[in-house]
């Protein structure tokens, strides 16, 4: 059974916090909803880019719930949230 690689797409971060040793659970908003994410080596350059309201192409791995973060690369300057909107992004 041949297994087509996996293909990044868009994503934003909402919300980050500390798993294990040097890993992150990461809230991603994709165009198909809220995913979650571990994201291996989150105190180097990755976790730099973990951060809310940046353009990010991420490439998930995984079958269950709980995905793997494969690839992550900035597409954008980060969106600069303030008043209600930033309310609202932080309600996610």
């Keep these: 059974m041949s297994q087509t690689p996996p293909v990044g797409q868009l994503a934003y971060v909402l919300h980050s916090r500390a798993y294990r040793e040097n890993s992150a659970?990461?809230?991603?908003?994709?165009?198909?909803?809220?995913?979650?994410?571990?994201?291996?080596?989150?105190?180097?350059?990755?976790?730099?880019?973990?951060?809310?309201?940046?353009?990010?192409?991420?490439?998930?791995?995984?079958?269950?719930?709980?995905?793997?973060?494969?690839?992550?690369?900035?597409v954008g300057v980060a969106t600069w949230l303030e008043g209600e909107a930033l309310f609202s992004g932080l309600y996610l």
């Design 25 to 74: 659970l990461v809230d991603f908003i994709t165009p198909q909803g809220r995913l979650r994410a571990v994201l291996r080596s989150a105190r180097g350059k990755a976790g730099t880019m973990a951060r809310p309201f940046v353009p990010l192409e991420v490439e998930f791995r995984g079958r269950g719930e709980l995905k793997n973060v494969g690839r992550m690369e900035g």
